[in-house]
């Protein structure tokens, strides 16, 4: 039977390689939130006070975006047999909720092999760097970001108490070219994603000054 439902696009995060951009992980939400907040704040460059600089700009502005994802296993523990959902009746939603906490650890061997270097007595150790982290959130927005802010509430556990049904909050830094420079994947495809956005501004409907009352300007 063919059905006129489009079909449902889900928002994720999708890990890459920042030098090779070969994918490394993709993590899709269960459920989609029901709210997205973003925040733009501004960097102008007339900030000191200086008045020849008031209409600048230093940059793009910093976006900060906020969700709260669910993470829910019921629904697979009611057929816990079928090849797909044991997972879910042994563990939970613990794979999932894994999936998303360690984009914020180094990884176990990066932290071996520093702790091994510092024990030979190296002074100086470099900083591990973690992959390139992409927000995605329809084909309009591919935004390369930084995870600031994690949080989880398990609401409710199975017998072994593995949870089995989660809240998760998460905030992110849209990393621009004032970030990571022009040549760098994520700068790309911020540019790509500030490129779509003008493209976007094309299609607003158009106003006039009727619109707001007025015949003309003072």
């Given at each position: 039977?063919?059905?006129?439902?489009?079909?449902?696009?889900?928002?994720?995060?999708?890990?890459?390689?920042?030098?090779?951009?070969?994918?490394?992980?993709?993590?899709?939400?269960?459920?989609?939130?029901?709210?997205?907040?973003?925040?733009?704040?501004?960097?102008?460059?007339?900030?000191?006070?200086?008045?020849?600089?008031?209409?600048?700009?230093?940059?793009?502005?910093?976006?900060?975006?906020?969700?709260e994802?669910?993470?829910?296993?019921?629904?697979?523990?009611?057929?816990?047999?079928?090849?797909?959902?044991?997972?879910?009746?042994?563990?939970?939603?613990?794979?999932?909720?894994?999936?998303?906490?360690?984009?914020?650890?180094?990884?176990?061997?990066?932290?071996?092999?520093?702790?091994?270097?510092?024990?030979?007595?190296?002074?100086?150790?470099v900083?591990?760097?973690?992959?390139?982290?992409l927000?995605?959130w329809?084909?309009?927005?591919?935004?390369?970001?930084?995870?600031?802010?994690?949080?989880?509430?398990?609401?409710?556990?199975?017998?072994?108490?593995?949870?089995?049904?989660?809240?998760?909050?998460?905030?992110?830094?849209?990393?621009?070219?004032?970030?990571?420079?022009?040549?760098?994947?994520g700068?790309?495809?911020?540019?790509?994603?500030?490129?779509?956005?003008?493209?976007?501004?094309r299609?607003?409907?158009?106003?006039?000054?009727?619109?707001?009352?007025?015949?003309?300007?003072?």
């Amino acid at each position: 039977m063919l059905s006129n439902t489009p079909r449902l696009l889900k928002g994720g995060l999708v890990l890459i390689d920042a030098e090779s951009a070969a994918i490394q992980r993709i993590i899709s939400l269960q459920y989609n939130p029901d709210s997205l907040s973003r925040t733009l704040q501004i960097q102008g460059a007339g900030e000191a006070g200086d008045r020849s600089d008031a209409l600048r700009l230093k940059g793009p502005p910093v976006e900060t975006i906020k969700l709260e994802a669910e993470i829910d296993a019921t629904d697979q523990l009611e057929f816990p047999k079928q090849k797909e959902n044991q997972a879910a009746a042994a563990l939970g939603v613990h794979p999932q909720l894994a999936a998303l906490e360690t984009i914020a650890y180094p990884s176990a061997a990066a932290l071996a092999a520093n702790a091994a270097i510092a024990a030979v007595g190296t002074i100086e150790i470099v900083p591990m760097e973690s992959p390139l982290a992409l927000f995605i959130w329809s084909a309009q927005r591919i935004l390369p970001v930084r995870i600031s802010e994690f949080s989880i509430t398990e609401e409710a556990f199975d017998p072994a108490l593995n949870p089995i049904r989660a809240k998760v909050s998460l905030g992110m830094r849209v990393l621009s070219v004032d970030d990571l420079g022009f040549q760098h994947k994520g700068g790309s495809l911020f540019m790509a994603y500030l490129r779509a956005k003008e493209a976007l501004v094309r299609r607003a409907p158009a106003a006039s000054l009727s619109n707001l009352g007025l015949g003309g300007l003072p």
